[in-house]
C-alpha cells in the first residue's frame, strides 16, 4: 500500500507561480513512475506530467516549458512546479503512483485545487 497526501495549491493570478508536493509513505521503495493528473469541472481527467524512477519525465504538450516535474526520494515527495499559470491551468490536482513503467496508476492522492484567475 502506498498512501499519497498533496498540498500547495491555491489561488493565483495569470503569470503567476505554485509549487505542488505529494508525500507519499507505504511501500515506496517498490514506485516506478509517479505522476500529476489533472481535471477541471466538466472535463475529462488528463495527465500533466510522470517521472519514473530512472529520471525520465513526460509533460502534456499543454504545459510543456512552464511546468517541471521533480522527486526528492530521501524526502519521499514528488513535487510539481508550475509556472507562467494561465486560468485555463485551473483543476483539482492529483498525484498518483504506480509500480510499474507503464499501464494503470495503483495509487492517487486526495487532490489540491489551483485556481488561477485573469
Known amino acids: 500500500q502506498v498512501q499519497l497526501v498533496e498540498s500547495g495549491g491555491g489561488l493565483v493570478q495569470a503569470g503567476g507561480s505554485l509549487k505542488l508536493s505529494c508525500a507519499a509513505s507505504g511501500s515506496i521503495f517498490s514506485i516506478n513512475t509517479m505522476g500529476w493528473y489533472r481535471q477541471a469541472p466538466g472535463k475529462e481527467r488528463e495527465l500533466v506530467a510522470a517521472i519514473r524512477s530512472g529520471g525520465s519525465t513526460y509533460y502534456a504538450d499543454s504545459v510543456k516549458g512552464r511546468f517541471t516535474i521533480s522527486r526528492d526520494n530521501a524526502k519521499n515527495t514528488l513535487y510539481l512546479q508550475m509556472n507562467s499559470l494561465k486560468p485555463e491551468d485551473t483543476a483539482m490536482y492529483y498525484c498518483?503512483?504506480?509500480?510499474?513503467?507503464?499501464?494503470?496508476?495503483?495509487?492517487w492522492g486526495q487532490g489540491t485545487q489551483v485556481t488561477v484567475s485573469s
Open positions: 498518483a503512483a504506480r509500480f510499474s513503467k507503464t499501464g494503470e496508476y495503483d495509487y
